[in-house]
């Protein structure tokens, strides 16, 4: 499976500040996915990347708030902005090739906030 | 409203034993069902999956069992490593759906095996 690297790992963050996350993969993937995990909860779909064109936000997720580029298809970012405590959790990045495929995960970065 | 439960936080097994952990899901419409292992500091690794057309799908020691009418699913562990201990993270599809296939995962199972 497709090898997936995210940075940065963890960080902290003051409140108001916005964090950009970067995901790289070592090969070209159809589809790529940023998840959410708050504490004690399960993984939640923020968005699909689309390479070229605006990501596709789940319910309860916006642009403004989590604004997503994938310039090619091997990289794209999750920018969380305006930061507030509730951000606190662990962001993923999660690739697919085929909807037949399982997905495979990045090792997250845990995001806490001051 | 929670799609897929993994209603038990936690399970504790001794070495050697089996290990099973549960999955209930709401949506007649999930076609397509996998587990995730994950361990501290790592994202989830893929396990094990199976389609909706199968009752049982069997990988080395582990093995997933599909309940349709039930809408439940297991997942076997036999037998059980330390090196199991992980949470575990069943998730849900409908592949043939509007989701694009879009995982829904529950909460997880805290799993430890030990010596």
């Known amino acids: 499976s497709a090898v997936i690297s995210q940075k940065p790992s963890r960080d902290i963050c003051q409140r108001g500040t916005s964090l950009t996350i970067q995901c790289q993969v070592d090969s070209q993937v159809t589809m790529m996915f940023w998840y959410r995990q708050q504490p004690g909860q399960s993984l939640t779909l923020i968005a699909t990347a689309n390479q070229g064109s605006e990501a596709t936000y789940e319910s309860g997720f916006v642009i403004d708030k989590f604004p997503i580029s994938r310039p090619n298809l091997t990289f794209s970012t ?3 902005s305006n930061l507030s405590p509730e951000d606190s959790s662990i962001y993923l990045c999660s690739v697919r090739d085929n909807y037949n495929q399982p997905q495979h995960f990045g090792d997250g970065t845990r995001l806490s906030i001051l | 409203d929670q799609q897929v439960k993994q209603n038990s936080p936690s399970l ?16 007649s419409m999930f076609d397509y069902f996998l587990w ?14 199976i389609s909706s057309i199968k009752d049982k799908n069997e990988d ?30 069943c998730a849900a599809s409908e592949l043939n759906g509007g989701s ?5 995962f529950g909460k997880g199972t805290k799993l430890s095996v030990k010596p």
């Open chain 2, 12 to 27: 504790s097994v001794q070495e050697g034993r089996i290990s099973i952990l549960n999955c209930d899901y709401t949506n």
């Open chain 1, 78 to 80: 999750l920018t969380v």
């Open chain 2, 60 to 89: 080395g020691r582990f093995t997933v069992f599909l309940n349709k009418s039930a809408k439940h699913l297991s997942l076997h562990i036999v037998p059980s490593q330390p090196g199991d201990s992980a949470v575990y993270f």
């Open chain 2, 100 to 104: 694009q296939g879009n995982l829904i």
């Open chain 2, 36 to 49: 995730y292992k994950k361990y501290p500091a790592e994202g989830p690794t893929f396990l094990i999956s």
